[in-house]
């Protein structure tokens, strides 16, 4: 069974930084697209940022490039986003998702919440 | 980042068969797949639809998904109480090297 779990939510002030983590297992994760997908409060679903099986691919929406970085460990099994400038918009639950090509989004998550306020 | 445009809400009765729009261009819905998602208060996004109109498994027939040009619609029949939901449509997009979400469809079940 795939699972994905994501880790590292917290209250930040703004300007500040949180890395988030999300633990894999149940597939093969080295063959896999990762992505990160956020939803904030009372409003739709934003992609932010995936990443290739290698690492050598990454791709990031607008608004948050140069703050975000994604990475990946395969030998961790194990996905992050480094968030940088935090900023009140940034709030929002964060779920990782798993696919094969660059835009499938097969298998989710739960989320972890980041909620940036001073 | 451009989006995906779906009508903001759907309704239906018990039984009836409701569709969803989600409307694109050349750059996503005209050139890569589409999925769809429901989402519930306070819990994940549950996949319904996913690459060429495929359903994971422990999705009903219930739920089918088409596309034509560069739109494409889900489809529910046998409309269940369970169903009223958000309804999301995403496809990647080649002009932003990234994915594209529709705005999402509450769909009221009456």
């Known amino acids: 069974e795939v699972q994905l779990v994501e880790s590292g939510a917290g209250l930040v002030q703004p300007g500040g930084s949180l890395r988030l983590s999300c633990a894999a297992s149940?597939?093969?994760?080295?063959?896999?697209?990762m992505n990160w997908v956020r939803q904030a409060p009372g409003k739709g679903l934003e992609w932010v940022a995936n990443i290739k099986q290698d690492g050598s691919d990454k791709f990031y929406v607008d608004s948050v490039k140069g703050r975000f970085t994604i990475s990946r460990d395969n030998a961790k099994n194990s996905l992050y986003l480094q968030m940088n400038s935090l900023r009140a918009e940034d709030t929002a639950v964060y779920y990782c998702a798993s696919g094969q090509w660059a835009g499938d989004l097969d298998d989710w998550g739960q989320g972890t919440l980041v909620t940036v306020s001073s | 980042q451009s989006v995906l445009t779906q009508p903001p809400s759907a309704s239906g009765t018990p039984g009836q068969r409701v569709t969803i729009s989600c409307s694109g261009s050349s750059s996503n819905i005209g050139s890569n797949y589409v999925h769809w998602f429901l989402v519930l208060p306070g819990t994940a996004p549950k996949v319904l639809i996913f690459r060429k109109n495929e359903r994971p498994s422990g999705v009903p027939d219930r739920f089918s998904g088409s596309m034509s040009g560069t739109s494409a619609s889900l489809a529910i029949s046998g409309l269940r109480s369970e169903d009223e939901a958000d309804y999301y449509c995403a496809a990647w997009d080649d002009s932003v090297n990234g994915v594209i979400f529709g705005g999402g469809t509450k769909l009221t079940v009456l």
């Open positions: 149940g597939f093969n994760f080295p063959i896999y697209w």
